[in-house]
């Protein structure tokens, strides 16, 4: 790790100077992911100084992605002294943190404890695109090392909680709570009293049932009651009373939490692990418009694997040694890949982007009809956003191809059962969790994104696998929205595209394109499907209209040369990232190689501190489509794009998980825009997506 970061974490945030100064490897994100495995399992740790404190586990409440606190807090006393490890609680001192470093998959922490032990702090959330059985589990993993620092041995106890906070978003609503044990496994569970299906408060689920596991062990102790009770018990005691408390209350009624205690003894030089996991299950969890006329009720994938909400939880926490195994594997494949893809920043990139992306994802259905549906976390909540699915994309195709299927499946249940009366292709289909869609039309207008958009993500999904029969199968509703490209593409009319809060532009040069190369993508489709003169038609369309667009979108003139952000615009610039898809699909030169030259000696001649304008309207960007655009630049470019961003992670004040959107000047976020923990962040794999 460079001596800045170090520098960065002991001296920008106030907060911290208690701490040693801990190092950040690869790099100090604005937030750190804790356990983010789907919409409702979704923590973070502040850490940029807009309102983090640089990174230090304690001391610092993790948050649900839209700020609400989740109460997790850790205790560890050694010889009678009690530290806070976890969260911020009062009653003891902090530990110091010494290091930090994260994976595609873990976040870990190194801690020293008034010099005389260690403590190795993990967070595994699993990520296993390949197989659904375990990707279906809403779990995930925290893992306690301790060992002896100063080669004495020292008697340990180690403390854990997690609060109500975790179970809804109304700090009114009562929760109920157990204790048990079952397979080896002791867990709390708690759950609103109130179960209201399929609906949300402050984002937060209003049903289902949360689980805070440990191991069934001797030296276990357990307590759930008020906050300040349990808390207290372990730092005077070292030990809780085995006690539940019987009363029931709101989550904010004297803050209920739900804590076990492990004795460890004499804890010398080999170290001592305890292992936790905290979760959810749900029965249904997603509504959907598709066959019939009502609403369908589609099951949380899990059910098809496990027979109850025990079953499931106590099959996680037994399974962490597969787990953490399956883990290490594509930890280390997207290392390898991303490195030798573009050196150490573009895994500093790619690998704080897998959780956040799948932790968008909601697994339903059954396994051998799976469906996945998507949340546009905090820019609107929508559910099966198109234009968020796209460019997501990479990511999903580098991993599992078959889960963009997935995620296709609920748009064209609902469209091609007649329930939206639109020729172009839907924006999303509602609000998370109830996917209605949108029966008169009024969803939010983006044409000719969204069909160009549905076509690209098929006919990728296509080439991928092999699947041409799902091509056959959708030919029809393919064709409609291909006639839409057909009419609208080369002259876009007065209309936003996917990045709508800049506006609405006529003549876009960028979405132009993505018209034009969705028309070429049509005329493959109808190829692959047997439809020949389809297939010759959309051809020639495609062909005459990109001639033309170069003609309409591309200042030549200029010095350097580049496309403009819209027709006859001549100064005006922005990312052309939609060019991306034509090498995605592997079209060559359907495209001639010269505007990618262009753009590519373009690009770092507008570079600001940060990054790349997104177009000349303003200063700020967005990471996935400079990452779109740096896969099919020249090295150079390439590495100037990464080179920005990585530098922008490192150093950014944004203390939320990592936006994709941010002010390239400042490296803050926009004037009234704070995008955080969306999926869009799938497409920072772009080079790893690319047709080999």
Known sequence: MGLRSVLVAGVAFGSSLVHAASSFSPARPPAIPLAVKGPYLNSWLHVGSDGGNGGYLAGEWPVFWSQQITGWAGFIRVDGKAYNWLGAPPGAD???????????????????????????????????????????????????????????????????????????????????????????????????????????????????????????????????????????????????????????????????????????????????????????????????????????????????????????????????????????????????????????????????????????????????????????????????????????????????????????????????????????????????PVAKGYTDGSDEPMPLEECGNMIIMVLAYAQKTGDNDYLKQHYPILKQWAGYLVDEALIPADQISTDDFAGSLANQTNLGLKGIIGLRAMSEISSLTGNTDDASSYLNTATSYISQWQGFGLNTAADPPHATLSYGEADSHGLLYNLYSNSLLNFGDFVPQSVYDMQSNFYPTVALEYGIPLDTRHTYTKTDWMMWCAAIASADTRDTFIKLIAGWIDSTPTNMALTDLYDASSGNYPSGLQFTARPVVGGHFSLLALPS
């Open 94 to 432: 902090l530990v110091d943190q010494t290091e930090f470093s994260y994976t595609s998959t873990r976040s870990s922490f190194v801690m020293s404890v008034g010099g005389k032990v260690e403590m190795n702090i993990t967070f595994l959330t699993p990520v296993t695109p390949n197989d659904l059985k375990r990707q279906s589990l809403v779990f995930s993993y925290l893992d306690v090392a301790v060992s002896s620092l100063d080669g004495a041995s020292h008697d340990v106890q180690l403390y854990a909680d997690v609060s109500a906070e975790w179970a809804s978003g109304d700090g009114n609503a009562i929760i109920e709570w157990d204790h048990n044990s079952a397979d080896g496994v002791a867990y709390h569970q708690f759950a609103r009293q109130n179960q209201q299906a399929i609906s949300e408060t402050n984002q937060q689920a209003n049903w289902g049932t949360w689980f805070w596991s440990t191991k069934d062990v001797e030296g276990l102790t357990w307590q759930s009651a008020a906050d300040t009770v349990v808390r207290n018990a372990f730092i005077n005691n070292g030990v809780l009373p085995n006690t539940k408390d019987s009363n029931y209350r709101a989550v904010t009624d004297n803050w209920p939490v739900f804590g076990f205690a492990n004795d460890l003894g004499s804890v010398g030089t080999d170290a001592v692990s305890t292992l936790y996991s905290i979760g959810m299950t749900q029965d249904g969890a997603i509504n959907l418009l598709g066959e019939g006329s009502d609403l369908t009720t589609y099951p949380a994938l899990w059910n098809s694997y496990f027979g109850s909400d025990i079953d499931a939880m106590t099959f996680f926490y037994n399974d962490y040694e597969e787990s953490a195994s399956i883990a290490t594997d594509l930890d280390n494949q997207v290392a390898s890949d991303s490195i030798a893809a573009a050196g150490q920043n573009y895994l500093t990139l790619t690998s704080l982007s897998v959780r956040q992306t799948f932790g968008a994802l909601q697994f339903t259905g059954t396994d051998s009809d799976p469906l996945v549906f998507l949340k546009e976390i905090s820019s609107n909540s929508d559910i099966q956003t198109v234009d968020v699915i796209f460019p997501a994309m990479p990511l999903i195709l580098y991993t599992n191809p078959a889960i963009l299927n997935y995620m296709l499946k609920p748009l064209f249940l609902n469209q091609e059962n007649g329930h939206y009366p639109n020729t172009n292709a839907i924006h999303d289909l509602g609000t998370f």
